[in-house]
């Protein structure tokens, strides 16, 4: 996309102003992209807390764990070896449907 070339210089209210500066914190766009979105249409989403980025690593770990023990489960012949392969897969979609709903909310 190109870089904007028409500058426009408005005066807000110190509340319209404070509103947009937070607006623009919380969705971790520039203040002039809010208002090009808003202007657009375009939906605005907030960007996902610090807890977010943690659990979901915190899930992935859990889920490479669940792998690494179905690998080894397969590959001694243990008839749980399915379970754990199902279980892991199983992280993996959870995992993937709330990042998504997290994401694209």
């Known amino acids: 996309m190109e870089k904007g070339?028409?500058?426009?210089?408005?005066?807000?209210y110190q509340d319209h102003h404070a509103k947009l500066k937070d607006l623009s914190k919380r969705t971790g766009k520039s203040m002039s992209?809010?208002?090009r979105s808003m202007i657009t249409e375009s939906a605005l989403h907030e960007m996902p807390s610090a807890d977010f980025h943690a659990m979901t690593a915190e899930l992935?770990?859990?889920?490479?764990?669940l792998n690494q023990i179905a690998r080894?489960?397969?590959?001694?012949?243990?008839?749980e070896a399915a379970m754990y392969r199902a279980d892991a897969d199983a992280l993996a979609e959870c995992l993937h449907t709330v990042r998504m709903a997290i994401l694209t909310r």
Not at 60 to 65: C, F, S
Not at 72 to 79: D, F, I, L, R, S
């Open 33 to 35: 992209s809010v208002i």
């Open 5 to 12: 070339t028409n500058k426009l210089c408005i005066y807000l």
């Open 72 to 79: 080894v489960a397969n590959a001694t012949g243990n008839p």
């Open 60 to 65: 992935h770990a859990i889920g490479v764990n």
